[in-house]
Nanobody, 126 residues
Framework: QVQLVESGGGLVQAGGSLRLSCAASGRTFSTYFMGWFRQAPGKEREFVATIGWRGGSTYYADSVKGRFTISRDIAKITVYLQMNSLKPEDTAVYYC???????????????????WGQGTQVTVSS
């Protein structure tokens, strides 16, 4: 089992910034990828960003490229999402996700991940 605890959500004006954190605990020795997804009311959960745990390779949704940055602290087993130039359409519940090992499932899909955090609300006002 892996437990994920997110923090850092909140209310911010358009153009502002927020930094989300997600700390993992438990069986983290086989962490392969950690990422962020988001879900707005009435919409499906969508990919935001993910990072390879060993090599640090990163992938971003087109909608956040150039504005969001994902990073990791291996010693703390924590992944971060720095969100700049926030827009009202970024409003959603943001979920941290953990992938245990390699598989054929693409890492930008929800099916690739084994564990999820409880979610943290991000609200961007116009």
């Amino acid at each position: 089992q892996v437990q994920l605890v997110e923090s850092g959500g909140g209310l911010v004006q358009a153009g502002g910034s927020l930094r989300l954190s997600c700390a993992a605990s438990g069986r983290t020795f086989s962490t392969y990828f950690m990422g962020w997804f988001r879900q707005a009311p009435g919409k499906e959960r969508e990919f935001v960003a993910t990072i390879g745990w060993r090599g640090g390779s990163t992938y971003y949704a087109d909608s956040v490229k150039g504005r969001f940055t994902i990073s990791r602290d291996i010693a703390k087993i924590t992944v971060y999402l720095q969100m700049n130039s926030l827009k009202p359409e970024d409003t959603a519940v943001y979920y941290c996700a953990h992938k245990m090992g390699p598989s054929a499932v693409v890492v930008t899909t929800t099916r690739a991940y084994d564990y999820w955090g409880q979610g943290t609300q991000v609200t961007v006002s116009s």
